[in-house]
């Protein structure tokens, strides 16, 4: 029975911690950056959908809207920002395919891999500072891939408590927007492809 009341009581302060503002006070450390272009807001609020549409974690090949991969995340987003990388990919496998070390194109697949996407945005995005305390190369909707094993994700217009660019990224089991941008090692930062940029 004490130990009910214990945790009412818990319970009971933690609610009143919320209601004081706590939560405000909390979240006020993170702050937006302001100046977005028309294709960095597009590609900000189709990630940021990924992750209020609670799009789950999925690694198969068959694709669902309410599932996804880290890759499935930066193709979805880039696209609302006018960029195609399905297509994009596909043409840039075809026209150099032993870049890539693909024997087999697949259209439908090729631009869901991190591997892949890492060598098309090295032959043809805008390579940026792969350091993460560099905060002001990291741009809203810039493209970060990440090692030792490979991921990719979306920098963020927030600003994490750390002082560091938040990152849209889905790992599992959800899409989030995390403070993870120097959890792990930078393989690459990119902004635009084909010498097309916003900034």
Known sequence: ????AWQIVVYLLGLLWVLSGGTARAESKIVRRGDLTMEQAR????????????????STWQLQPDRGACTDLVVRALRAGDIDLQRLVHEDIMALPGAYGITRPDPMIDHRRVSTLLVFFERNGIALSTDPHEVNEFQPGDVVFFGPRRHVGIVSDKIGRRGLPLVFENGGPR???SDSLDRRPILGHFRGVNRTTWR
């Not at 029975?1 to 009910?4: D, F, H, T």
């Not at 992750?51 to 789950?56: I, P």
Request: no cysteine; charged share 30%; proline share 0%.
């Open 175 to 177: 899409a989030i927007e």
């Open 43 to 58: 590609i900000i609020a189709r990630a940021r959908s990924e992750v209020t549409r609670g799009v789950r974690y999925s």
């Open 1 to 4: 029975m004490a130990r009910i």
